[in-house]
């Protein structure tokens, strides 16, 4: 069975008279462990559907199905959430936002601070535990943010243009942690990006999805063997 099934989901936005349909009778299914990158131009609804897979946006049809279980419109289920703005809490540090996703699991507070410190190593910020976001420089704030998403040991990482506010060089250096995080901790990566360059660099598989005036109906799959720098 696939790791993760999106089946027929449709979502419009609605404020006001107005309606925009972003997402519309949209399927489809990843194998565990693949890392899937959907690429698309801004705007085409690669974000509504990262949130949508996550649980934090609602869809107004259709199911997404984690493991067998039907998750919709669920968060907090085995679903770590790397946002392009990091959405670090500025008055926490970095093992205290680390551990910030654990609070709620009702995991004792030691046993928190220690899963989280673990997570802290594997992202390479050992040393800084007690550091403040602005004191850290934004690609060691979005190591936080991958550390806080896979604190909670989660099943499938969905990362939505994480690197997107990054300089070039550290964008391809957290590229290629990333690599390695991923072939070391055995995840299912979801990572939504608008560059074709990053797409070929990390996918095993692309998704294209392509816009038409106001939806999007469609999705191209383009199987591909991942290049190396
Ligand atoms: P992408 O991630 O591909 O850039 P998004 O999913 O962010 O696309 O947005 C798809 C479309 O939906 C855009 O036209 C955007 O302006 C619109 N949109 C996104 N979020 C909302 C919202 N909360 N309310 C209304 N429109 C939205
Ligand atoms: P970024 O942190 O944005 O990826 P750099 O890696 O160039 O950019 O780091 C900026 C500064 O922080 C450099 O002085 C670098 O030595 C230091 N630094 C970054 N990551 C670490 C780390 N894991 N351990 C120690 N120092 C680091």
Redesign the pocket.
Known sequence: PPKLEVRNISKTYRRGGNALTVLENLSLSVPELEFLVLLGPSGCGKSTLLRIIDGIESCDEGQIILDGQDVTGQTGHGRGMVFQSFELFPWRTTLENVAFGLEVGGMGKNERLEAARECVDLV?????ENAYPHE?????QQ?VGIARALAIKPSILLMDEPYGA??V??RD??QDELLNIWEREKKTVIFVTHSIEEALYLADRIILMSPRPGRIDRIIEVPFARPRR
């Open positions: 390479g910020l050992s040393g800084f850290l420089s934004g690609g060691m190591r990054l300089d060089q550290t250096l957290l």
